[in-house]
């Protein structure tokens, strides 16, 4: 779409698309999950806003700045996704733990809050996807 790579272009498509994914989780949680309170709402909305910049950002390195191994977009979108979530999963292991118990139920398949790391690969993967197609990648976003 755009002739030029940028990376103002792929952070604004990156938090976008990261807000989007954001505002489906605050939405989401008053009917899912009434107990969790507002602060875990607005937490996952500015959680995927931030995520999308993050995974935005690391689109100047095509490859990793030190094993100098080729990290193409497809790769570490998801893997920046899987990390981020990961994380955020041991710091409201609780939370994420009750959410997956309202979604799925007690015997459901989908009740370890460890499935939240996955989701985040597939978010990463779909916002790597939007920035690289509408901002570029490598370094010349960098404007180098």
Same mark, same amino acid.
């Given at each position: 779409?755009?002739?030029?790579?940028?990376m103002v272009t792929?952070i604004?498509?990156?938090?976008?698309v990261g807000?989007f994914f954001?505002l489906i989780?605050f939405l989401?949680?008053p009917?899912?999950?009434?107990e +969790?309170?507002?602060?875990?709402a607005?937490?996952f /909305?500015?959680?995927?806003?931030?995520l999308?910049a993050i995974v !935005?950002? @690391? *689109?100047?390195?095509?490859f990793?700045p030190?094993?100098r191994?080729?990290?193409?977009?497809w790769f570490?979108?998801?893997?920046?996704? +899987?990390?981020?979530?990961f994380?955020?999963?041991? /710091?409201?292991?609780d939370?994420?733990a009750?959410?997956?118990? !309202?979604l @799925? *139920?007690a015997?459901?398949v989908?009740?370890?809050?460890?499935?939240?790391?996955?989701?985040?690969?597939?978010?990463?993967?779909?916002i790597g996807?939007?920035?690289?197609?509408?901002?570029?990648?490598?370094?010349?976003?960098a404007?180098?």
């Amino acid at each position: 779409m755009f002739t030029r790579p940028s990376m103002v272009t792929r952070i604004a498509v990156g938090k976008t698309v990261g807000f989007f994914f954001g505002l489906i989780g605050f939405l989401m949680m008053p009917y899912m999950l009434p107990e +969790a309170g507002q602060m875990l709402a607005w937490g996952f /909305l500015l959680w995927y806003t931030t995520l999308g910049a993050i995974v !935005a950002i @690391f *689109g100047v390195f095509d490859f990793h700045p030190i094993l100098r191994l080729p990290m193409p977009w497809w790769f570490r979108a998801p893997l920046l996704g +899987a990390w981020m979530n990961f994380v955020l999963t041991l /710091l409201i292991y609780d939370q994420l733990a009750a959410f997956g118990l !309202a979604l @799925f *139920g007690a015997e459901g398949v989908f009740t370890s809050p460890f499935w939240f790391v996955a989701e985040g690969a597939v978010v990463g993967l779909v916002i790597g996807f939007a920035a690289t197609r509408l901002g570029g990648e490598g370094p010349e976003t960098a404007g180098r």
